[in-house]
Structure formats: structure tokens, C-alpha cells
């Protein structure tokens, strides 16, 4: 029995399961640079599928709609969700109407994205009944992901809010400060950490947001997301997996930002009670 | 500049926070808000500075009501409990504050709070954060952030509650100071009787959102108009007694009062210095007694007696032990007739 003093087990679950999320992934980046069209088997290291990425029209294409699409629906979501956080938490709502508002902003969370899709496409056919704009594309996709991503950035800055003691802001409503004054000089630089990691999280989750894009999307209007789904029916090629791979470091690359930056302001509060 | 609260009363919920509560603070006077939590105090505190709104009554600055004047309006300005800095400014940009967010010019700015950092002994931290500092020292610049902005009144709340013992009584000393020098009205918020015997110049006993007792500290320890203020404020022999004639009837002897009070039935407070121990019988109010109890607190013997378990502090050199046999007086002018 000697042999098991030792902890074993829980070591190899660990191992067991860090290997079970990242093989898939550390398998793509390697079949990325293997020098073969199909076959499982190595036959040595190539750029060349991020070389042909790069050549390929609809990729870039698909790259500037996907960026594009993340980046304004991700600034909308943020002033947005940072007013609805802002008000929900500052202004003395009754009881019932505070947990009514509460449960609306979880809704967006918990809903199914497929339904929450097929109650778009609702809307934009009737809302097509009065003007042209919300004909499938760019702008339907934009008003699809600020619906979901508000939810997110207001609860992240929420978080953030209730962080910090209602003393700060009467100090400053007693230090002669008006309201729009106090919001800009304290409470925006304080929320900061929270408003840039909720930017960071409606970001990421609009750059692979799949099932709001496809029921909201037109002809000219194609994402990665919807690229790569659309390439795959056609069997995956190495250049998909140069795609995702991009992709993947690029997401680590904001994760790892985003953890940074959040370190950073913890560590300057920390001592501050 | 004189502060005059006058009636006021407000309720959260079905508590009662604050019932016709009347208070006036003259200027350039020290005036406490002492008493347990939930008593009250810091609602009131609240109410003046107009964080917070009366159900009922009025504040007056000078005569003129305020009630209806917001928060960042009224020439009042706060150190609160949490001290409040913002954190994510320097501690002279603390400090700057309440001057930035009146239009200040810049160059005004930089010399009141440089005086006002040198005047907190805090010039070389300037330039550092919040979270860089010790808690006396953020304490000291919440005051400096308070105190260039030359309010009329300042108002503490609990300034001294998150720092230990020592740095406290140290405070005190430097915070009573300071106000005779600036001759401004200060109204502080405490729970610490210590802190507003040492510092005030008027105290308000406050109990379930009223005040009990209003007067000098002196006022206050030696003649408590009730049984809670004799026994919040230090320690109070309460023994009751019934008025008799000339004399008061109580459970330790006949008493002789200076004033005989207006009731039947009450009780006498008499603190621990004002019963002397006698070797041989006094002329009056005397109560021969065995010691029951005796404990030698360095500075005093803290002395208990069987008789009504009246407690006696006598000088250390004292030679008195358990179960000697002694006399006691218990000083005329220092025994206090209440009625509660």
C-alpha cells in the first residue's frame, strides 16, 4: 500500500483532463503546417496554408466582416451596457423594480442563442415592413450581437460597481462635485477595468458568435464563423486549420490582455480598504 | 459659523432613526454626537451634510435654512468613516479635489493644498497614492481634502475607528488642536466616550435616534441627567433610592443631598472618585462596609465594596485588602438624584 501515500491519482486527472481540452487544439496547429492536402500523416512543415489564407478574397473578406462586425457592435454594447449598469446600480429603483431589471439582464444570458435567433429574424421581418435597413446584413448582424453582448458588459461592470463603497461618490457629491462631474473624474476611471474586460468578453464573444450571425446574415455580409461552416461542408483543409489557429492565438492573445490588465488594477486597490 | 438642527426626525421603514432631534453648535465649537451604534449619530451627521434628507425638521447654517440646499452646495464638507479616497488618484489630486470641482484656478489650487499637505505632515506624499499610505496617514489626508476647502463646518464620522489605541489618543490631542487653530465648527461622530471627553466642547448623548443629555464633557461625566448616560459615559454607582424627609432612603444608608429632588422614587449616581474610603466614621453620608474585591490598575486601586457592590478608586499606595473593615463617604456634592 506503500506506493499510494503518495498523491497519484488526482495528479493524472488533472493531466488527464488539461490533455482532453487542449490535444484538439494543439492537433489543429499541427496539421496547419503539415505539407498535406488530406491525409493524417505528417509529411513535413509548410507556411504555405497561411500563405494561400492570405490570398484568398472571401477569407479576407470574411476577416474585415468579422472585425468589423465585433468591433462596432462591441462599442455600442459597451456604452450601452455601462449606462444600463450605471443606472441600474446608482438610481434608487424600488425592490420590485430592481429584480425585475435583474432578471432581464440574465435573460439574454441563459436564453438558448437559437431561440434568441429565431426571435430576431421575427423582428427584422416586421421591423422590414417599415424600412429597407433591416434586410438581412451587416446592420441586422450589428443589432444582433449588441443584443446579447449588453448583457454581458453590464453584468462585468455591475460586478465592478458593487466593488466599490457608496462613501466614494457622496465624498465627491460633498467635495462640491455635480453628478456629471463625479461621473466623469470618479466613477468612469474606477469602473474602467470592469468597462474594458466586458469590452473584452462582447468582443471575443461577437468574434465567434456563429448562431446570430447565420439567421441575421445577407450576401455580402459573411463572418469566419459562418465561412469556415460553409468551407467545411466541403471537407476541412489545412487552411481551415491555419484559420483557426490565427484565431486562436489571437484570442489568447485578449484573454491574456485582458487577465493582465485586470491583475494590474487588483493589485492597485488591493491595499486600499 | 452656527449650526442649528431643529426638529428632526427620520424613519427607514419602521425604524425610527431619528425622533425630533434638536441640537445647536455654536461656532467655532467642538460638538460630539456620541452613543451606540444604531443610535442615531451618524444619520444625523448625514442630514447636515445633505447626503441624506430629514422627514421632518430643518437644518440651519447661520440662521438659513439648508434643508432644500443639495450636498455639493453646502459650504459643509465631510471626513468620513472609510476616509473615502478616491483610489485611483494621487494624494495631492485627493486633496485637490473639492477645489478642481469649483473652477478653481490652477494656480490657487497648487498652493492650497500644498498648504494643506504641510499642515497634515504629509508634503512628501504628495505625489504617491492612496494605497501607499498607512491608515493614519490616509486618515490625515482625508482631512486635508476636507479642510482646504475652508468649510464653515467640518463634519467627522468616526474618524479614528480603524486606527489602534495609541495613534487614536495621539490623534485626538492633534485634532483638537488643529480646531482651536482654525476656530471652525466641527461636529464629530463617535461611539468612543474617551475620544469625546478628550476632544469636545460640547457632547450629545444619543440613544434610539434621540438625545438624552446635551453639555460639557464635565457636564456630562458629573452629572449624567439619566441612567444611560451614567452608565455609557466611565463608571456609575447607580443606587436607588427614595426621597424621605430631609434625607434620601437607600439601600447603602441615608443620604444627604445638597438638593433634594422633586420625586419620590429614583435613584442616586455616584462615579468611583467621589467615594472616599475613611478610617474612622465622617460626619455625613457615611456607609461602614467590608472590600470585597480590590485591583490594582497601576495609576489606581480599583476597589469594590460588599455593601450595594459600590466600586471606589483609591490612590495606589493605599494598603487595603480583601475583607478589611472600613468607612466610607460618599461625597455630597458629587452624588446626582436621577429620575428614570
Redesign the interface.
Known amino acids: 500500500m506503500k506506493k499510494f501515500d503518495k498523491p497519484v491519482l488526482m495528479p493524472l486527472c488533472a493531466l488527464g483532463t488539461i490533455a482532453f481540452l487542449y490535444v484538439p487544439l494543439i492537433a489543429v496547429a499541427s496539421f496547419s503546417v503539415n505539407n498535406s492536402r488530406f491525409g493524417l500523416t505528417w509529411e513535413g512543415f509548410t507556411w504555405k496554408w497561411y500563405a494561400a489564407l492570405f490570398h484568398n478574397e472571401q477569407i479576407l473578406e470574411a476577416c474585415w466582416n468579422t472585425l468589423f462586425l465585433a468591433g462596432v457592435s462591441t462599442a455600442i454594447a459597451t456604452v450601452v451596457g455601462t449606462a444600463l449598469a450605471i443606472g441600474m446600480s446608482r438610481f434608487p429603483w424600488g425592490k420590485k423594480t430592481a429584480s425585475f431589471f435583474e432578471f432581464n439582464l440574465y435573460m439574454p444570458v441563459i436564453t438558448p442563442e437559437i431561440v434568441f435567433a429565431g426571435a430576431l429574424v421575427i423582428a427584422f421581418a416586421t421591423l422590414r415592413y417599415f424600412s429597407s435597413i433591416f434586410e438581412p446584413g451587416m446592420v441586422n448582424m450589428i443589432i444582433g450581437h449588441v443584443t446579447f453582448q449588453v448583457a454581458f458588459v453590464a453584468l462585468v461592470v455591475r460586478s465592478r460597481l458593487a466593488s466599490?463603497?457608496n462613501?466614494?461618490e457622496?465624498?465627491?457629491?460633498?467635495?462640491?462635485?455635480?453628478n456629471g462631474?463625479t461621473l466623469r473624474?470618479?466613477i468612469l476611471?474606477?469602473l474602467t477595468p470592469g468597462i474594458v474586460s466586458g469590452a473584452m468578453l462582447a468582443f471575443t464573444l461577437s468574434l465567434d458568435d456563429f448562431i446570430i450571425s447565420f439567421f441575421t446574415a445577407g450576401p455580402t455580409s459573411v463572418t469566419l464563423p459562418l465561412y469556415i461552416f460553409a468551407e467545411v461542408h466541403r471537407g476541412i483543409t489545412p487552411k481551415i486549420h491555419a484559420l483557426s489557429t490565427v484565431g486562436l492565438l489571437l484570442t489568447i492573445c485578449l484573454v491574456v490582455a485582458s487577465e493582465k490588465m485586470s491583475n494590474k488594477s487588483k493589485e492597485?486597490?488591493?491595499?486600499?480598504? | 459659523m452656527t449650526l442649528e438642527a431643529y426638529a428632526i426626525s427620520k424613519n427607514y421603514g419602521d425604524v425610527q432613526a431619528l425622533q425630533d432631534v434638536d441640537i445647536r453648535v455654536e461656532t467655532g465649537e467642538l460638538f460630539t454626537l456620541l452613543g451606540p451604534s444604531g443610535c442615531g449619530k451618524t444619520t444625523l451627521l448625514r442630514i447636515i451634510a445633505g447626503l441624506e434628507k430629514a422627514d421632518k425638521g430643518t437644518i440651519y447654517l447661520n440662521g438659513t435654512p439648508v434643508s432644500n440646499i443639495p450636498a455639493n452646495q453646502r459650504p459643509v464638507n465631510t471626513v468620513f468613516q472609510s476616509y473615502a479616497l478616491f483610489p485611483h488618484m494621487t494624494n495631492a489630486d485627493n486633496v485637490a479635489y473639492g477645489l478642481r470641482s469649483r473652477k478653481i484656478p490652477e494656480t490657487e489650487v497648487r498652493k492650497k493644498v500644498e498648504a494643506g499637505l504641510e499642515m497634515m505632515e504629509l508634503s512628501e506624499f504628495g505625489d504617491r497614492f492612496p494605497n501607499q499610505l498607512s491608515g493614519g496617514q490616509r486618515q490625515r489626508v482625508a482631512m486635508a481634502r476636507a479642510l482646504v476647502c475652508e468649510p464653515e463646518v467640518l463634519l467627522l464620522d468616526e474618524p479614528m475607528s480603524a486606527l489602534d489605541a495609541k495613534l487614536r489618543t495621539n490623534l485626538q490631542i492633534q485634532l483638537r488642536k488643529l480646531q482651536k487653530k482654525i476656530k471652525k465648527t466641527f461636529v464629530l461622530v463617535t461611539h468612543d466616550q474617551d475620544e469625546a471627553l478628550t476632544v469636545s466642547d460640547k457632547i450629545a448623548i444619543m440613544k434610539n435616534g434621540k438625545v438624552l443629555q446635551i453639555g460639557s464633557p464635565r457636564e456630562i461625566y458629573d452629572r449624567p441627567n439619566c441612567r444611560f448616560v451614567a452608565e455609557f459615559i466611565g463608571t456609575a454607582n447607580i443606587i436607588d433610592a427614595r426621597r424621605d424627609g430631609d434625607v434620601m432612603t437607600t439601600s447603602v444608608g441615608d443620604m444627604i443631598l445638597p438638593e433634594l429632588p422633586d420625586w419620590k422614587d429614583g435613584a442616586l449616581v455616584i462615579r468611583p472618585e467621589g467615594i472616599l474610603l475613611r478610617n474612622d466614621k465622617p460626619a455625613k453620608n457615611g456607609v461602614q462596609t467590608k472590600v470585597s474585591e480590590v485591583y490594582y490598575r497601576g495609576t489606581f486601586l480599583d476597589v469594590t465594596l460588599e455593601t450595594g457592590n459600590l466600586r471606589v478608586r483609591c490612590a495606589p499606595h493605599n494598603k487595603i485588602e480583601t475583607g478589611d473593615s472600613v468607612w466610607v463617604e460618599l461625597l455630597e456634592d458629587a452624588l446626582v438624584a436621577i429620575h428614570d
Not at chain 1, 170 to 178: H, K, N, Q, V, W
Not at chain 1, 268 to 273: D, L, R, V
Open positions: 466599490f463603497n462613501e466614494i457622496e465624498a465627491s457629491r460633498d467635495l462640491y462635485a455635480s462631474y473624474k470618479v476611471p474606477m492597485k486597490e488591493s491595499s486600499h480598504a
